[in-house]
């Protein structure tokens, strides 16, 4: 990560706790207040092929013991009712403020991809993770819903694990290593308000995203 990235994401950080760390104070309460224990859910991703690290987010699923690989159609039974409202803004992932603060990862960049997937395929995530993994990015932004839906029609985690090998990570990766070709302070100060529109419900979840002006 360069010294202007960390920065960005530190004075970004900053700004933005003020208004989320109180949205995250009222979801914590609010699950407490219904008894939906554990609050916070850590699983291991991986900042570089070689090194991971536990990313936190809010649980928003029932718990299961033998719990792996990404979500599908298979697992949706075991989203909560609140689960589906915080995925929906994605305010699940506010506890990654921790994340950023650590500098397990940067507000823009690709998802950090699950261990598994990247000993599968190491020449793809050995590009794509040259790039700082992020809580948002170019391709959360344009391919997210279109995942997601390819994904809600597996009903086993063999089919979901098939799905998003062969028809998500070749598309996420082509447009991790677009944003990693033009990535700069500017795209990312753009990707973060994009995103910051979703957040709030000012700009659509679906379809492309709107054109940047030239300066």
Known sequence: MTLSKRVFDLVLLLLLSVFLIPILLVVVALMLARGERPVFYGAERMRCPERGFTLWKI????????????????????????????????????????????????????????????????????????????????????????????????????????????RCIPRKAHIDLLYQRHQGIGLDAWLVAVTAGRFLGLAPRKGRLPRRRRS
């Open 59 to 166: 649980r928003t699923m029932t718990p299961a013991g033998n719990d792996s690989g990404v979500s599908g159609g298979d697992k949706r039974d075991r989203i909560t009712p609140l689960g589906h409202r915080l995925r929906r803004r994605r305010m699940d992932e506010l506890p990654q403020m921790w994340n950023i603060l650590r500098g397990d990862i940067s507000f823009v960049g690709p998802r950090p991809p699950l261990r598994i997937y990247v000993e599968r395929f190491p020449q793809v995530y050995g590009k794509v993770l040259e790039s700082q993994p992020g809580v948002t990015g170019l391709a959360s932004l344009v391919f997210a819903a279109h995942e997601e839906k390819l994904l809600r029609a597996c009903k086993t985690p063999e089919e979901t694990d098939r799905t998003y090998e062969r």
